[in-house]
């Protein structure tokens, strides 16, 4: 019986997601000092802050546990996808893909974490005085990964409820 690749194979995603991240951080603290902006277009700069906390700076005002606890639900989460990973199947792209965008994610900013104590953010979006939450790409990595998961989710519920296969 021939073996069936499993979704594993989709880790290239992960690094692509994870070295793609760091390069632009290091490319923003070669370039930038703290808090310097950039006008890139109307509605976006480049700008560099520090972020102690996680999406959107929850828990960032605290005494710096969190950092620990962030860097120890990366590697929770990491190894928990990539058993899933293991176990789905090749065929499974959406849900792969989603998974290993998740991972590099999770782990890049899990690296800024342990190595300078915060995640460097710099894409910031804005719309007169009102700024989203400046974030990074291994957010948009994330957050890209949970899209489609819920996309995958939302094709599994209607395959099952029209009688079809997932």
Known sequence: ????????S?????MAAFVLDLLTKYIVL???????????????NLT?????????SFLADHN?????????LAVIISLMLVYFLKKNSIAQRLQNSAYALIIGGALANMVDRL???????????????WHYPVFNVADIAIC???GLLAIDAFK???????????
Do not use: C
Request: charged share 15%; net charge positive; hydrophobic share 45%.
């Open 1 to 8: 019986m021939a073996k069936t690749k499993s979704g594993l």
């Open 10 to 14: 989709f880790l290239w995603l992960s």
């Open 30 to 44: 070669q370039k930038f000092d703290l808090y310097e902006s950039l006008n890139v277009l109307p509605m976006f």
């Open 48 to 56: 560099y802050v520090r972020n102690y906390g996680a999406a959107f």
């Open 64 to 72: 710096g546990w969190q950092q620990y606890f962030f860097v120890l």
């Open 115 to 129: 190595y300078h104590g915060f995640v460097v953010d710099f894409l910031d979006f804005y719309w007169r005085d």
């Open 144 to 146: 890209i990964g949970a």
């Open 156 to 166: 599994s519920d209607k395959a099952k409820t029209q009688g079809g296969q997932a």
